[in-house]
């Protein structure tokens, strides 16, 4: 049922709401007009000894100072309004006040309501199953009542309602194996929600006056009420399915709902108080059959997987290995809990009989069981949703028991049953409310009269007396495992000797051990100082190389470009010199261009053995030329983002960051196929960071020779090491290529 409107009770009816101290009213609200000649709205503030008797106001006193709380409504007396029929005054308290609910008895009330629930409970308790049994309660409420049809909702996981049991008029449509998404009453176990009756669906609601206690601030709690209103959009959803007239009662079984008796009227019913009484007191009796008829049927179950445990248990018990014991009787397994497979996975191997999924299925499915909390005994009947890997193995188990048999677990015995695909008639479609307009018109839409779904990943569920078997199960053969654990410890105290002897001849080899252990120490030791040398060779050689590089590249660009310049100085002289003889003049120029293009290849070797810009300009200029030289021979686009800011870095850093770029150009344009490279050198407090980014072809890291083991990557490696640096790669085939170089400052 929707959620209930705050202070709404059904229009027939009438409430008061009194102050349990001077009988004030508080709350009034319904057919108070009818009753006692005044609108509800005028009568709050008013005393009750205004529309009762002397009488009737001592009896609302003794009521209202009881005690005890008044939690389930009180039949107090028969109020006999002037030109009305009898109404029956039923009491009880909430909100700290006496609410007094006057109900019209349209119908004539039953002459004795206990006889009647005794005769209705004797011609019930002859069914000796449960589904006859809720057959039974459907067509004796339904005797009683008169209502059209009366059904029996048993509870689904999801909270809706399966229709399994029904007695109706032969006129009226049959709603037997129906689900409804939202039965008639809400599956909480409180008092207030075990009877509710809708007389008139189509009946608006009549608020109770005022919505809000003037003294307390809070609204009048309605939760006990005979009398209070169901949603609108609840009484939307009864009219849609021609239902004017509705009366539902809980059935609960072990303290928690089970399920619903609702009974539908094409017309309005006004039931008397003392009838809803009567079918309520019904309702609990027939729970308490219920439960003992539920208990019989696990016990029954329970029984026969008792009987078959035993003869497991006896038998593992006179195996020599529990394992090879279970795999020469897993077929019995099958008969233990009613299933169409049943498997042992042990020591890594798979033995199944009947249907059963593959063993590497199975094998995936016990490396996921290994990281489930189970408490040894795993089980659901949609294991699909819970591993959706078990999708494509559903036909053979959607239902799964896996019971490990050890505390650690490793190895299981496995039940499993198949996918059984379901169709599915819903009252009304699941998940989808009815619509209330902002004028309280009721609207149709999202509401039709049934709909189907086809409900797949699901398997028959386990009933708990199955689940408890295999727990009982687990534990016999835990115990079996004890005792032979006992007798191994025996064993092992008897080979307590050849254990002592064995530790001398240990000790004597652990001495030997510590002998070649130190040895293998003083050759590390002397390892770690040759790699310390080798490193500072590798420095110095470095260092050395680049002081090479710095000279080579100034001679070049000094002492050679100046040749070169005066060179071509003569030649311009030479040409001044030559008068007016072509031949002559041509050959001049002729050298002075040559002279010019010697002067630019050896300043772009002077560049490249060391860029005089990476000294004088710094880092950030000298990154540049090199990325336009490369743009310019290569064809590829370069992106430059440099965020260094004004500050320089140390010689050696700005060094090892230009030869690191140099190298990964080399590696892109060799072997990358790019059309664009990414060059970012940000700065951070402590850190410096430049990455190189490729669009091109990638590379797998995996496997011998695999590309980070080759010469040029080393080199870098080698090269950031020298100055606390670390270099990681980012690739994939056809990925493209991402290299950070990291050296803290």
């Known amino acids: 049922m929707g959620a209930l409107l705050p202070g709404s009770i059904q229009p027939h009816a009438a409430l008061l709401a009194l102050a349990p101290d ?38 609302l006193r003794s009521l209202a100072i009881a005690d005890l709380p008044i939690e389930q409504p009180l039949y107090a007396f028969t109020f006999d309004a002037p030109n009305a029929m009898p109404t029956d005054v039923i009491a009880h308290h909430a909100s700290g006040l006496l609410v007094v609910e006057l109900d019209p008895r349209r119908e004539p009330p039953p002459d004795n309501s206990l006889a009647l629930v005794q005769s209705m409970i004797r011609r019930v308790q002859t069914a000796s199953t449960v589904q006859g049994f809720c057959e039974s309660m459907a067509t004796e409420l339904r005797s009683v009542t008169g209502f059209d049809r009366v059904m029996v909702y048993r509870f689904a996981a999801d909270g809706s309602g399966d229709v399994i049991a029904e007695a109706r ?168 809990i009613s299933a169409a497979g049943v498997g042992l996975w042990i020591d890594g191997q798979f033995t199944g009989t009947g249907i059963t999924p593959t063993a590497t299925e199975i094998a995936a499915l016990i490396g996921w069981l290994h990281g489930v909390a189970h408490g040894g005994v795993y089980h659901t009947d949609c294991l699909p949703l819970a591993y959706p890997p078990a999708k494509t193995f559903a036909a053979q188990a959607c239902g799964l028991i896996a ?40 609207s149709t839409k999202g509401c039709p009269a049934s709909w189907e779904e086809t409900v797949r990943l699901h398997g028959e569920p386990w009933h708990d007396a199955e689940i408890d078997a295999a727990h009982r199960l687990r534990e016999s053969l835990l115990e079996v495992v004890l005792r032979r654990i006992n007798g191994i410890a025996r064993e092992r105290r008897s080979a307590l000797l050849l254990q002592e002897q064995l530790m001398r001849q240990v000790e004597i080899g652990l001495s030997r051990s510590k002998d070649v252990a130190q040895t293998l120490q003083e050759e590390k030791r002397r390892r770690v100082l040759v790699e310390a040398d080798l490193s500072q060779v590798l420095r110095r050689t470095v260092e050395d190389q680049e002081a090479e590089r710095l000279r ?48 630019s290849q050896a300043n772009r070797l002077a560049w490249e053995i060391r860029p005089t810009a990476l000294d004088d300009l710094g880092i950030e200029t000298a990154i540049q030329n090199l990325l336009d030289s490369w743009s310019e021979k290569s064809g590829i686009e370069f992106d430059l983002h440099i965020t260094l800011g004004a500050r320089r870095l140390p010689s050696a850093i700005e060094t090892t960051l230009y030869r690191v770029l140099q190298e990964a150009l080399t590696n892109v344009v060799r072997h990358a196929a790019a059309r664009h490279v990414g060059v970012v050198l940000r700065l951070h407090d402590d850190q410096v960071t430049m990455i190189v980014e490729d669009d091109g072809r990638g590379f797998s890291t995996a496997g011998p020779g695999k590309p980070a083991n080759r010469l040029g990557l080393l080199g870098i490696r080698e090269r950031l090491s020298l100055v606390g640096g670390t270099l990681e790669l980012e690739t994939a085939p056809g990925k493209g290529t991402a290299l950070y170089a990291r050296i803290p400052l």
Not at 418 to 423: D, G
Request: charged share 20%; glycine share 6%; hydrophobic share 40%.
């Open 22 to 59: 001077d009988l004030e009213i508080v709350h009034a609200g319904g057919a108070t007009e009818a009753l006692f000649g005044a609108p509800a709205e005028l009568l709050p503030g008013a005393a009750a000894t205004t529309v009762f008797s002397s009488d009737q106001i001592d009896r």
């Open 169 to 336: 008029a032969p006129e009226v449509g049959s709603f037997l194996g129906l689900r409804d998404p939202q039965p008639d009453i809400p599956k909480q176990p409180e008092p207030g929600s075990r009877i509710q009756l809708q007389p008139d669906a189509r009946a608006i609601a009549a608020p109770v006056l005022p919505g809000i206690d003037p003294r307390s601030g809070a609204a009048l709690d309605l939760s006990h009420s005979s009398i209070r209103s169901a949603s609108p959009e609840h009484r939307l959803y009864l009219a849609q399915l021609g239902v004017a007239a509705s009366l539902s009662l809980s059935l609960i079984v072990d303290g928690v709902p089970w399920g619903l008796m609702v009974c539908h009227h094409a017309t309005p019913r006004f039931l008397p108080y003392r009838m809803r009484e009567a079918c309520a007191l019904f309702a609990e009796m027939a729970s308490s059959q219920l439960e003992a008829r539920l208990a019989a049927e696990q016990l029954a179950t329970s029984l026969r997987s008792a009987r078959i445990r035993e003869e497991l248990v006896t038998r593992m018990s006179q195996e020599s290995d529990l394992a090879e014991g279970l795999i020469r009787f897993y077929p019995d397994l099958l008969h233990f």
């Open 403 to 442: 019971m490990s048999l050890s505390n650690t677990p490793r190895d299981y015995v496995l039940w499993f049953r198949p996918e059984i695909v379901r169709r599915v008639t819903w009252a009304g479609a699941p998940n989808k409310p009815v619509g209330i307009d902002s004028s309280d018109v009721r």
């Open 552 to 599: 080579i590249a100034r001679e070049l660009h000094d002492t050679l470009g100046q040749s070169l310049t005066l060179l071509q100085l003569g030649f311009d002289k030479l040409g001044q010199a030559a008068g007016d003889v072509p031949e002559l003049k041509q050959r001049i120029a002729e050298m002075k261009s040559l002279t010019a293009d010697i002067g």
